[in-house]
């Protein structure tokens, strides 16, 4: 658990096997959004950054996380038009293939603890 740290709540032992993802809700809280988040900040200078949740995790109450004059930049959309980013924890989602996304985004960024990816984190492509 110290090595996943701060996703400590995403732990399973060597007994749960590999391919998590596809067997468990890994993180079913929304942790990573935080992360998810800032890196996005971080890297898109734009006035206004959408983004959208494409599973079940708290992402708009996650903004509250960020720091005040960042969060200020975020938009939360369900538009998947208007969103330049769809965060992911893969909660609740049928299909967990990434490449559902590959015609119209690109792989931005991703969570992984014990080489389970647990969010990911993908961009529009540009037109």
Same mark, same amino acid.
């Given at each position: 658990?110290?090595?996943?740290?701060?996703?400590?709540?995403?732990?399973?032992?060597?007994?749960?096997?590999?391919?998590?993802?596809?067997?468990?809700?890994?993180?079913?809280?929304? !942790?990573?959004?935080?992360?998810?988040?800032? $890196?996005? @900040?971080?890297? *898109?200078?734009?006035? =206004?950054? /959408?983004?959208?949740?494409?599973?079940?995790?708290?992402?708009?109450?996650?903004?509250?996380?960020?720091?005040?004059?960042?969060?200020?930049?975020?938009?939360?959309?369900?538009?998947?038009? !208007?969103?330049?980013?769809?965060?992911?924890? $893969?909660? @609740?989602?049928? *299909?967990?293939?990434? =490449?559902? /996304?590959?015609?119209?985004?690109?792989?931005?960024?991703?969570?992984?603890?014990?080489?389970?990816?647990?969010?990911?984190?993908?961009?529009?492509?540009?037109?």
């Amino acid at each position: 658990m110290w090595k996943a740290h701060p996703f400590q709540n995403v732990y399973f032992n060597a007994l749960a096997g590999t391919d998590l993802r596809s067997r468990y809700d890994l993180d079913h809280w929304g !942790l990573a959004n935080r992360k998810a988040l800032e $890196y996005i @900040l971080r890297n *898109d200078k734009s006035e =206004a950054v /959408y983004v959208r949740a494409d599973s079940f995790t708290p992402l708009a109450r996650s903004f509250y996380m960020i720091d005040e004059r960042d969060r200020g930049r975020l938009r939360y959309s369900s538009d998947p038009n !208007l969103s330049r980013y769809v965060v992911t924890n $893969y909660r @609740l989602v049928e *299909d967990r293939d990434d =490449a559902k /996304y590959a015609a119209d985004y690109d792989l931005f960024y991703q969570i992984r603890v014990d080489n389970e990816v647990i969010l990911s984190v993908f961009r529009r492509k540009e037109p």
